[in-house]
Each structure stands twice: as C-alpha cells, then as structure tokens.
C-alpha cells in the first residue's frame, strides 16, 4: 500500500500538431515556379479557363491559343488542324466545348459584297458577358421628350412701305439665287421668310438686285459662317440705302370746256370763248368774203 504505482504517467501528454510532428518530414515534392515577369508578347488567362473543372484539355489549351491570337486572325477548323497535330475532328470537337461553355461564339454575317462568312469570337470572361446579357430589363418609363435649345431669334429687317406679292418674290428669288454665288449661303425656308421683306425694302428704294446681291454677297469673313442668314439680316438693316429721291410728277394742265352757244350764222351750236359769237365754217367764210 505504500508503493506507488509505476505504470501512470507523471504528467498528461501534450498533442503534437501534425506539421510539427518531429516524426513527420517536410513536403518537397509538388509543383513549384521559376517565373520570370513577362514584358512582351504575353496573352492573360484567367484561372477560370486555365483551372476549368469540365474543359478538356484539349479545350482549355486551344482556347488560350484562341485567346493569344490578334484580331483578324484565322480561326477555322481548317486552318487549326494544319497549325497542330490533334486532327480536324478532335478540334472540332473541343471547339464545340469552348462554345457551350460561352468562351467562343460563331456568327454568320454578311459582307459588303454580299457574300456569308462565319465570324469567330473568343470571349475572355464568359461570366461577365451573361451578366450583361441576363440582367433583368427595367420596366420602361416613357421619358419626357428632350426639350430642344431655344434658337436664337434673327436680327430684325426693314419692311418695305408697300409690300406687294411681286415685290416679296423677286426678293426671295434673289435670296434663293445667292447659294450659287457662294455655297455658304444655302438658307432655310424659314430664314428666307425672314429675310425676304428686307430685300424688298431695298428694291422698294431702286437698288437694282445685282446691287443686293453685291452688297450680302461682299467680304464674307474666310473662317466660314456659322450663320449665314443672322450675317445677311445684319447687313440688310445697317447697310440700307436711303429712300430714292422725290420727283415730281409731271401732269398735263386740265382741259377747259368753254360754254355752249348757237352760231349767229347759220344757228349751229359750237363751243368757244367768250366773245365768240360764229362757228369755225362761218368765221372762215367770213374771212374768205371779205
């Protein structure tokens, strides 16, 4: 009864963890990398293709061929069997891979000379382009119509004293007329509105048209005119001409009816001065008998 028990330890055993276990060795073999950065000719994968749990490998590696090839290159199976050795149909076939997994797609398009050719697209994130493509579209709210910038009025023109429909077309004629004189002169419907009873104010005043058609047409500044019909109605009213000199209208002199009364002679009625008291006949046969 006095003797101890020998077999019960001292004191309880600690846990050794298993990465510092001292009869555990050190893990050396595995992959390892010797990277150097890359400066040049380098394409980015993403693990998502390189690491792609349900790619072949096949797949995974023309599809970062695909990736590392500049745009416009050719990508058909044709041209993929001769640059490897897998053959037509296993490309093929990791092609349809990449397309089901969203990393290619195939288009059919038309060109400008009207002939079909098959475009392939490689897609470098086929996980952003579903985003886009899924998102759900928001419920379109009818917008306001955009209200457009208010248009600065043109000057205002001089009226002419008596606008008649003749006066007002020869004017816009003329203004028609001027884009063939200078190109930049090309004015709208509604700015020849505006500016035709301007002219018509200085043909109203004897400016003959070719004398107009100087004064819009003269000195146009070369840096181009950025509103040729505001230039046109600023000329129109600073340059007016003054109002054609009065001249007095030369009018014949009234006709004077002198009264009526009888011939002494023979009776006849005649009209004459006063104090005539014979025709005409009988004043001549008058004169002739004496």
Known sequence: MGTQNPS???RAHVRVAGNTHPNRTPRTGGLQHDNTRHTTRFVV???HLAQHPELSLLAIGLGTHLQSLPKGAPADIKTLAARF?????RIAAALRELEAHGYLRRERVRTSSGRIVTRTISC???????????????????????????????PA????????PGLLQAATDLLADLRRHDSRLLLSADDTAHLA?????????????AAVRRALTA???PEGLRRPAALLAHRLASQLPPPAPFRARTTAPPSVRHPLRNCDGCDRAFRAPTPTTHCRDCRTDLQEAA
């Open 124 to 154: 470098n994130q086929p996980a952003a382009v579903r985003q886009r493509t899924e998102q759900p579209c928001r419920e379109s709210t009818p917008s306001a119509p955009r209200k457009q910038p208010a248009r600065k009025a043109l």
């Open 197 to 209: 009873p301007g002219v018509a104010a200085w043909l109203e005043r004897e400016v003959t048209p």
């Open 45 to 47: 994968i993403g693990n």
């Open 85 to 89: 050795p897998e053959g037509a149909t």
């Open 157 to 164: 023109v001089p009226r002419p004293a008596y606008s008649g």
């Open 219 to 221: 000195d146009l500044p």
């Open 8 to 10: 019960a330890p001292p």
